[in-house]
């Protein structure tokens, strides 16, 4: 868990609205009933950072009693809003059962929402229950995958792991050089367990391969991931799955017919106004996610009416309802690089292709009138992703469809 100085660290006056720094200060001064009364009103109106530090009051008893209840509570409420460091935190409140019912799917669910946007406790935790089958099926390559990425930002420990794993060929291909690096890596950033590791390797590797070790580290220019890095590669990571799922579920020609195929869609702006007229961005939002969950429903309700008899068309091995699992998967990678911002828009276009294309190509299965709840369905999608409604959009909740979920 992160230290207090590093949790108040985060917190930048110059950056907070007055009321929190005013709190904040009252906190740092150890006036704690003064920062608990200043806080309160912030939190409930829906500031994250307040929040967060309510949450870590009631966790010490800092102005109140002790009450892990109250800071599961206001960690959940900072989570929601996408804050990566309180979704990590909540997985540790559900993975340890404090204040909450323990529950390791739960502590999962938070430990992927923050771990996918590069918060690398989160991607820590989340290798940790791949390798001890805590929650999900024990699997060492993907618990490689999850340590590396925390590696690459810079985590000593999570290199030493990752060091020991090319080591002893734990999840990734045995590679006593790639060891020796990430053991040199973290003595360098200051670890001294890193010693004893690095001297182990060095027993293990020949003359030779202790020469190639050590030109690699003189020569190399690795610099640590930011977490933007992380969540970037994470999303590729995603996109690249889901997408070449459909290419094996297809096949090549249907697949290359998929990729041009054309539909055009309602208009935007004409169907949020029908949906929301005079409402204020938050409730826009809000509507438009309870309409999709309508649409949602009757799509289900009409594909399912569909026995998959005729296995004709642009899908000769795949039914509706697989085609619409495809499309919630693609939906929500769009939206996790909607998140992400311009580093990603282009791959983000990409996929709303493929998803869009895929919708159209239902027509040769459905009738025409749930292949316009489909399209009307994308385009309020999309509306989510219109300035100014993404931060009201809930899509921070958004889980990467990633192997093994």
Known sequence: MPSVASFLGRWSPALANKGFSEALRAYQSGKYDTALADLLPLAKNGHAESQMLLAHMYRNGEGATVSFEEAAHWTRLAAEQGDAEAQFNLGVI?????????????????????????????????????????????????????????????????????????????????????AFFWFDLALKAGNSDAVSYRANAIQLLSPDQISDAQTLCQNSTWQPQSGADSAMEIF???????????????????????????????????????????????????????????????????????????????FPNLQPNQAMAFIRRLDNVADVGTLLGDAASKLTHNVLEFHLSLIGALEEKIDEASLTILLKRFSLRDALRASGLVSFSGLQLTLLPLPPW
Do not use: M
């Open 236 to 314: 590729k990571s995603a996109a690249r799955y889901n997408v070449e799922a459909i290419q094996q579920a297809l096949g090549e020609e249907q697949f290359d017919r998929l990729k041009i195929t054309q539909r055009t869609i309602p208009d935007v702006g004409r169907l949020i106004l029908e949906e929301t007229h005079g409402i204020r961005p938050v409730a826009i939002a809000t509507n438009i996610r309870e309409k999709l969950t309508e649409l949602e429903g009757e799509i289900d309700l009409r594909l399912n009416t569909i026995n998959g008899a005729d296995r004709g068309g642009i």
């Open 94 to 178: 559900y993975d340890d059962g404090i204040g909450v019912s323990e529950d390791i799917g739960e502590a999962l669910c938070w430990y992927r929402r923050a771990a996918q946007f590069g918060f690398p406790n989160a991607q820590i935790n989340l290798a940790s229950c791949f390798h001890n089958g805590r929650g999900v099926d024990p699997d060492e390559s993907l618990a490689a995958w999850w340590i590396r990425l925390a590696a690459e930002q810079g985590d000593t420990g999570a290199q030493l792991n990752l060091g020991n794993r090319y080591l002893s060929g734990i999840g990734v291909s045995r590679n006593l050089v790639e």
